[in-house]
């Protein structure tokens, strides 16, 4: 967000300490933050000394943009009270921003900040945050991940599972059409649903449906053992899985080797009319190759969340295609009462250099 040439620099300081105790320390600072996205009034009771003399000079640059960046800001301010919050475009100082905590920045853009600590990704994916072609190197990268988002996926998960599995787009459709139409579909044990992805959220998904009673297989790069899932492991177990896949869920991780793996040449590897569920990264389908292949019958039916391009263009054929259901990347949408509390913990972890379980690997691409 632009800054109007009228708006003041944005400050935090604390304006007024009480409460104090024997030691003649402070316990209860209220601090201010003023700024492009409004004022912050905070209270925190701190125990001695208290947080705002541990990081002087320290700040957090935050990147979010559309209509929850000043409830992202307002959150993490809250939460952050020991250093300085300031929105990406309100930094008066760039040399003393040691967290870039970001969803989607500029290309180029972390190059600002000469002395970070981390980048915080704002979500469990990381790729929006490695394809910058100037990512300063040498800087953690963490993940934002937790209990809420994996249960927000495992609940979009099973929800599309089981509406494929009962045939509900085709019970909707002959309900559209006044038309009494009974499908008769096997019971979940019969029904074949792959999992690519074994990771945090690949992981609970399938253990999710096999907890439905669905028969479950999972693919992953190495071989790892799941209660009441299948596994099958690399490049050579990849035909096997898919053929065994009647409902194809993808929660890859985006890197280079998974990019464009939704492709013709993998939707015939399917049985004859399996369901497509694709929550991972747009950038795993081939769009060019999904409507093709509902058109030749390889696919009956997709559900998508995630896109190439967001948010989806108003004109593009997947909002118009009755085959194909559009969700606007909700599957595990984080908000900024849960994500904040997330990344203030992992901040605070890392200031005192204790583990983090949400570092990635770069190399790896997660």
Same mark, same amino acid.
């Not at 249960?151 to 038309?179: C, N, S």
């Not at 096999?210 to 479950?216: C, H, M, P, R, S």
């Given at each position: 967000?632009?800054? !109007?040439?009228?708006?003041?620099?944005?400050?935090?300081?604390?304006?007024?300490?009480?409460?104090?105790?024997?030691?003649?320390?402070?316990?209860?600072?209220?601090?201010?933050?003023?700024?492009?996205?409004?004022?912050?009034?905070?209270?925190?009771?701190?125990?001695?000394?208290?947080?705002?003399?541990?990081?002087?000079? %320290?700040?957090?640059? $935050?990147?979010?943009? @559309? /209509?929850?960046?000043?409830?992202?800001?307002?959150?993490?301010?809250?939460?952050? &009270?020991?250093?300085?919050?300031?929105?990406?475009?309100?930094?008066?100082? &760039?040399?003393?921003?040691?967290?870039?905590?970001?969803?989607?920045?500029?290309?180029?853009?972390?190059?600002?900040? &000469?002395?970070?600590?981390?980048?915080?990704?704002?979500?469990?994916?990381?790729?929006? %945050?490695?394809?910058?072609?100037?990512?300063? $190197?040498?800087?953690?990268?963490?993940?934002?991940? @937790?209990?809420?988002?994996?249960?927000?996926?495992?609940?979009?998960?099973?929800?599309?599972?089981?509406?494929?599995?009962?045939?509900?787009?085709?019970?909707?459709?002959?309900?559209?059409? @006044?038309?009494?139409?009974?499908?008769?579909?096997?019971? /979940?044990?019969? =029904? =074949?649903?792959?999992?690519?992805?074994? +990771?945090?959220?690949?992981?609970?998904?399938?253990?999710?449906?096999? @907890?439905?009673?669905?028969?479950?297989?999972?693919?992953? =790069?190495?071989?790892?053992?799941? !209660?009441?899932?299948?596994?099958?492991?690399?490049?050579?177990?990849?035909?096997?899985?898919?053929? /065994?896949? !009647?409902?194809?869920?993808?929660?890859?991780?985006?890197?280079?080797?998974?990019?464009?793996?939704?492709?013709?040449?993998?939707?015939? /590897?399917?049985?004859?009319?399996?369901?497509?569920?694709?929550?991972?990264?747009?950038?795993?389908?081939?769009?060019?190759?999904?409507?093709?292949?509902?058109?030749?019958?390889?696919?009956?039916?997709?559900?998508?969340? %995630?896109?190439?391009?967001? &948010?989806?263009? +108003?004109?593009?054929?997947?909002?118009?295609?009755?085959?194909?259901?559009?969700?606007?990347?909700?599957?595990?949408?984080?908000?900024?009462?849960?994500?904040? =509390?997330?990344?203030?913990?992992?901040?605070?972890?890392?200031?005192?250099?204790?583990?983090?379980?949400?570092?990635?690997?770069?190399?790896?691409?997660?």
């Amino acid at each position: 967000m632009a800054r !109007e040439p009228h708006d003041p620099t944005p400050t935090f300081s604390v304006l007024n300490a009480t409460n104090s105790a024997s030691d003649g320390q402070p316990r209860l600072y209220i601090a201010g933050c003023i700024g492009t996205v409004g004022a912050v009034l905070i209270a925190v009771r701190c125990a001695n000394p208290c947080p705002f003399s541990k990081h002087p000079g %320290v700040s957090c640059v $935050l990147h979010v943009s @559309g /209509a929850r960046a000043d409830w992202w800001h307002t959150r993490m301010a809250g939460l952050l &009270p020991e250093m300085p919050v300031y929105p990406w475009n309100a930094v008066p100082d &760039p040399g003393a921003v040691r967290y870039a905590v970001v969803w989607k920045p500029p290309p180029g853009g972390l190059r600002r900040f &000469p002395a970070l600590r981390a980048i915080v990704s704002i979500g469990a994916g990381v790729d929006h %945050v490695l394809i910058d072609p100037d990512l300063p $190197l040498g800087v953690p990268i963490l993940r934002t991940t @937790g209990g809420d988002l994996t249960q927000r996926m495992r609940e979009y998960i099973a929800l599309h599972t089981l509406r494929l599995h009962r045939a509900e787009p085709a019970l909707r459709a002959a309900a559209a059409r @006044g038309d009494w139409t009974q499908i008769v579909t096997p019971p /979940a044990a019969r =029904r =074949r649903v792959g999992v690519m992805g074994l +990771g945090t959220l690949g992981s609970a998904a399938a253990r999710t449906l096999a @907890g439905l009673g669905f028969a479950v297989q999972g693919w992953a =790069r190495s071989k790892r053992a799941l !209660e009441n899932v299948t596994v099958f492991a690399g490049d050579a177990a990849l035909p096997a899985f898919l053929e /065994a896949s !009647e409902i194809l869920i993808c929660l890859l991780p985006l890197t280079d080797a998974t990019r464009g793996i939704l492709n013709a040449r993998l939707f015939a /590897a399917l049985p004859a009319g399996a369901g497509l569920i694709n929550a991972g990264r747009g950038g795993h389908l081939v769009e060019a190759d999904l409507i093709p292949a509902l058109d030749a019958g390889h696919l009956s039916h997709a559900v998508l969340d %995630v896109f190439e391009t967001e &948010p989806l263009l +108003g004109d593009h054929p997947f909002w118009t295609d009755p085959r194909i259901d559009v969700t606007p990347h909700t599957a595990s949408l984080i908000d900024p009462d849960t994500g904040a =509390r997330l990344i203030a913990e992992n901040i605070r972890r890392m200031e005192a250099g204790a583990p983090i379980d949400d570092l990635i690997d770069p190399a790896r691409g997660y």
